[in-house]
């Protein structure tokens, strides 16, 4: 069997949460089928990379809406898996590929969701009229596809509601999945060189620490989180690696956030540049707690790495967090009333913020218990998210479909 895989993201341009999930799922697949990566971000060297094919945008929507500049990639996209047997897209910005593709060599489009345009609306702040049309292109392609793999339970009733016409035994869930030998807190000499790393980072191991990882994008909280820090004790240390804003005014408010907290408190680092995964690694393993303080996350690979490296997870009770963090086991969820509009807006913004700071507060004030917390943490992914599972169900799900036409 071929599988073609189309994605926006894959080394060495990955941004986000999406892009590491077609990395460690290509690799896993190809155990099971051949595997090519359709991907953006220009030409891959094919003895690195073999089976990867990276394309530019075209010059002719250089100055276009992105939007438009996308739909240019996705017409190329689309025209080079021929050959393929089913093709597999993730993110509105290859779904409309994956459609297309879909129908012009009649094979089956597979989509995996990992978040929908309609309960992101403010990404007409970055887009503009763009917003339209990647909803557009995200409806189609959803409505059309012979099977959505949703990342969570969480993420398969978004997509029911957003989408009322899918028929629901078309939509899946396989969960999201770690590197575990990646993602492991470091011993020995690696321990110690990566305490170097983090205190030439800013950050003191030697004091307890709050760690966000994250985009500076409205869905991942990141204003309440710093309005939450003014409530931590003085000797906690709040580290945000945060970085990519969507738009020059969410920068701008995360930025006076930022700097406001830093003239009240110490310990406040700012790391924005996207660190080497070792550095990460002994970046989380130094720190107390991850906090994930998310309005709309589907799932939140973010949290997986964390506990992969003995962290709990302090996060919001939305989307696919709870099937991720065992409240009270390793972690602590906060729980977060929505406004029903899409934006996903806490209801009562001081409450949600005064729950945010109690559990951290709780688990940074008991090291014990967090220590305890992680140790579960780790044992959970362990069990429940290895990427050879999430392979072997996502090829259950390709031939479901393979089978049925």
């Known amino acids: 069997m071929r599988v073609d895989l189309l994605t926006r993201e894959f080394p060495p341009y990955v941004y ?24 953006f971000d220009g030409p891959r060297d094919a003895v690195e990379q073999p089976g990867v094919t990276g394309y530019t945008a075209p010059e002719e929507l250089a100055a276009a809406n ?37 129908l012009l060599h009649g094979v089956p489009h597979v989509i995996s969701a990992h978040s929908l345009e309609p309960l992101r609306p403010w990404k007409a702040e970055q887009l503009g009229g763009g917003y339209a049309l990647s909803s557009w292109a995200e409806r189609t392609a959803y409505e059309a596809a012979d099977a959505i793999i949703a990342v969570s339970g ?34 020995g000499d690696a321990a110690r060189v990566g305490d170097d790393a983090v205190r030439g980072l800013g950050v003191d191991p030697g004091r307890p620490a709050v760690v966000f990882v994250g985009r500076i994008t409205r869905q991942k909280g990141l ?23 969507d738009t020059p005014q969410i920068a701008e408010e995360v930025s006076t956030a930022v700097a406001g907290l830093s003239k ?34 589907p799932l939140g690979i973010v949290n997986l790495e964390a506990m992969a490296v003995g962290l709990p997870v302090v996060g919001s009770a939305t989307g696919g967090i709870p099937e991720v963090v065992d409240d ?30 109690d559990a951290l ?44 036409r």
């Open 154 to 187: 969480g993420m398969r009733a978004d997509i029911l509601r957003a989408y009322p016409s899918i028929d629901p035994a078309r939509v899946h869930v396989v969960h999201n999945g770690i590197d575990l030998d990646a993602w492991q807190r470091p011993t």
């Open 16 to 39: 986000g949460g999406a892009g590491v999930h077609v990395a460690e799922l290509s690799a896993v697949l190809r155990a099971h089928a051949d595997v090519r990566v359709h991907c």
């Open 328 to 357: 009270g086991v390793t972690g602590l969820l906060v729980p977060i009333d929505q406004v029903q509009d899409g934006t996903g807006t806490p209801t009562d913004p001081d409450r949600f913020v005064d729950d945010l700071a």
């Open 66 to 102: 992105p939007a438009l500049s996308t739909f240019g990639v996705d017409l190329e996209m689309a025209a080079g898996v021929a050959g393929t047997d089913l093709v597999h897209s993730h993110t509105w910005y290859a779904n409309l590929a994956g459609h297309l593709g879909g």
């Open 223 to 245: 204003p309440y989180l710093l309005r939450a820090a003014e409530q931590l004790p003085a000797d906690v240390q709040l580290v945000l690696c945060a970085g990519s804003p």
């Open 361 to 404: 507060v709780q688990v940074v004030s008991d090291p014990a218990r967090a220590a305890e917390m992680g140790l579960a943490a780790r044992r959970r992914v362990e069990d429940h998210f290895a990427w050879t599972a999430i392979g072997d169900r996502t090829m259950d799900v390709y031939r479901s479909v393979l089978e049925g």
């Open 264 to 297: 009240r408190r110490s310990g406040v680092v700012w790391i924005e540049e996207m660190l080497p995964r070792e550095t990460l690694v002994a970046l989380l393993a130094a720190c107390t707690v991850f906090v994930c303080p998310s309005i709309y996350e």
